[in-house]
């Protein structure tokens, strides 16, 4: 293909220009052929990308608005003409048919966009180039940007998100939020953060900050700056209050890792603001009695935070109950609700084989039951306790202080998937003061701890000593109960 200048523009700088392409370099007046040959080497219409026999002419140009395009056609030969491709510009002596040897202006008033074709510049194959399509071509018209601030987010004690957002005007923007407050030393302003977007859409923009007071008043604006001289525009300013100091709040979460002996408390504190200190209170009741090592939190911004703790020495096999109790310098103190946990019993283990023994007589109450037997030393019968064949020997003891009653007892063979019932008696009313029960009882030592209800409580704390009746009833899946009892004495 023979060279020809079908189509160039020159670009008259009468304003401030933006950022202009690359291929035009600085001066008063520029001049951009945008088809594919120059004929005039001081039109910088290539770009120097790729190789020195593969160059491409400039696409697009960027001006500021106010600026004007001057197009120019001399090449009486070839016609040639500009098409707007949706908005157009403000132009004179620009023809929209193809003509010859004409030249014109158009001007740039209002920012955006604008596009426009040539049909008369090639697109076809060609051993130099290859194949190309120089027909469309881009004027990127830069206005100034607007910024908005908007409403702060997300406030905690300590803490707010600023929110805010820019519409660039297809400039490169840098911002930044400024901001004042209780313990700001003068106007403080948040790192310089860059729009990647240059075009012409509003975009949202937030930047988080902290170490703030809490519940105090804070005053800030979003700031936009752009163009090689960095030219500000600013928000107007917005208002936002942190929260205030609260006291703290408790949640009792389900334990977990339950073992025999041990178990692990869960909850979580929300501090409320500042430091706050957190403990778990347990026992086989609701009122407690023992509690967690006291440990502290830091103040948050205004969130919950996971803790636990550990409890170790446990009796197998006991319902206890706990709940997360949080204080700091507010009023009242957090105060989780009260939940319960039950320890592992321990394993089902065989009892070693024993000799047969006879029946014993079923009771449902007072001494064990016994066997009579001749002695041969006696004409008399003798009375002696008589093994069960459904549990072996109960060991009973008791707690110095609190009223619990601690104990064990061997379940058989025989025994195994019963029911056990354990109450305790005041001696002389035989008032219940205290019942336990357990279904489906495996077969091995079985332990238990059962403390004095409310009513056997309030009778130690006036008398601060008691002697206990245990009575202990097992009735197997099949045959008759078998009920054993036992003294033992509690103290306040």
């Known amino acids: 293909m023979r060279?020809?200048?079908?189509?160039?523009?020159?670009?008259?700088?009468?304003?401030?220009?933006?950022?202009?392409?690359?291929?035009?370099?600085?001066?008063?007046?520029?001049?951009?052929e945008v088809n594919q040959n120059c004929v005039d080497p001081e039109w910088p219409c290539w770009t120097t990308e790729g190789s020195a026999l593969r160059p491409q002419p400039a696409l697009a140009v960027k001006i500021a608005a106010g600026d004007e395009v001057m197009f120019t056609d001399h090449d009486a030969s070839t016609p040639a003409a500009v098409v707007?491709?949706?908005s157009a510009p403000a132009c004179t002596g620009v023809p929209t048919s193809a003509m010859t040897n004409w030249e014109g202006k158009c001007t740039f008033v209002t920012s955006g966009v604008y596009k426009f074709e040539s049909s008369t510049l090639f697109d076809e194959e060609n051993t130099l180039y290859g194949k190309a399509n120089y027909r469309k071509y881009e004027i990127v018209v830069a206005g100034t940007p607007t910024d908005l601030t908007t409403s702060a987010s997300g406030e905690t004690q300590t803490e707010a998100m600023?929110?805010?957002?820019?519409?660039?005007?297809?400039?490169?923007?840098?911002?930044?939020?400024?901001?004042?407050?209780?313990?700001?030393?003068?106007?403080?302003?948040?790192?310089?953060?860059?729009?990647?977007e240059a075009d012409f859409t509003s975009h949202s923009v937030s930047v988080q900050v902290t170490g703030l007071e809490p519940g105090m008043i804070y005053h800030f604006q979003l700031v936009a700056t752009y163009g090689v001289g960095k030219t500000s525009v600013s928000g107007a300013t917005q208002m936002f209050k942190t929260h205030a100091v609260t006291a703290p709040t408790a949640?009792?979460?389900?334990?977990?890792?339950?073992?025999?002996?041990?178990?692990?408390?869960?909850?979580?504190?929300?501090?409320?603001?500042?430091?706050?200190?957190?403990?778990?209170?347990?026992?086989t009741d609701t009122h407690y009695g023992l509690k967690t090592e006291t440990a502290t939190l830091q103040a948050s911004g205004g969130s919950n935070?996971?803790?636990?703790?550990?409890?170790?020495?446990?009796?197998?096999?006991?319902?206890?109950?706990?709940?997360?109790?949080?204080?700091?310098?507010?009023?009242?103190?957090?105060?989780?609700?009260?939940?319960?946990?039950t320890t592992a019993s321990p394993p089902a283990k065989e009892p070693p084989a024993k000799e047969p023994s006879p029946t014993p007589t079923p009771t449902t109450g007072g001494n064990p039951a016994a066997i009579t037997s001749?002695?041969?030393?006696?004409?008399?019968?003798?009375?002696?306790?008589?093994?069960?064949?459904?549990?072996?020997s109960v060991k009973l003891a008791s707690t110095q202080h609190g009223g619990v009653v601690h104990g064990s007892l061997v379940v058989s063979s025989a025994g195994s998937g019963g029911q056990l019932q354990i109450e305790l008696l005041a001696k002389g009313?035989?008032?219940?003061?205290?019942?336990?029960?357990?279904?489906?009882?495996?077969?091995?030592?079985?332990?238990?701890?059962?403390?004095?209800?409310?009513?056997?409580?309030?009778?130690?704390?006036?008398?601060?000593?008691?002697?206990?009746?245990?009575?202990?009833?097992?009735?197997?899946?099949?045959?008759?109960?078998?009920?054993?009892?036992?003294g033992v004495g509690v103290r306040a």
């Open 305 to 341: 935070q996971g803790v636990s703790a550990t409890l170790k020495g446990l009796a197998p096999g006991t319902e206890y109950h706990f709940r997360l109790v949080a204080k700091n310098k507010q009023s009242p103190a957090g105060e989780g609700l009260d939940r319960s946990f």
């Open 429 to 486: 009313a035989n008032a219940p003061v205290g019942k336990l029960a357990r279904s489906l009882l495996h077969a091995g030592k079985l332990t238990f701890a059962l403390p004095l209800n409310a009513k056997g409580k309030a009778a130690l704390r006036r008398h601060r000593r008691l002697t206990l009746t245990v009575k202990i009833t097992l009735t197997p899946q099949h045959g008759a109960a078998v009920t054993v009892t036992r």
């Open 374 to 392: 001749s002695s041969p030393s006696s004409e008399q019968p003798k009375t002696e306790p008589a093994p069960s064949p459904l549990f072996g």
């Open 251 to 283: 949640t009792t979460l389900a334990a977990e890792g339950f073992k025999e002996t041990e178990v692990t408390l869960k909850g979580t504190v929300n501090p409320g603001g500042e430091a706050t200190e957190y403990f778990f209170e347990y026992g």
């Open 84 to 86: 707007w491709m949706g």
């Open 3 to 32: 060279p020809h200048t079908l189509l160039f523009f020159a670009l008259v700088l009468l304003g401030a220009v933006a950022a202009l392409s690359p291929a035009l370099a600085n001066a008063a007046e520029m001049k951009l």
């Open 162 to 196: 600023l929110n805010g957002s820019i519409d660039p005007e297809g400039n490169t923007v840098e911002y930044h939020f400024e901001y004042e407050g209780p313990g700001v030393i003068g106007k403080q302003s948040t790192p310089t953060a860059t729009l990647s």
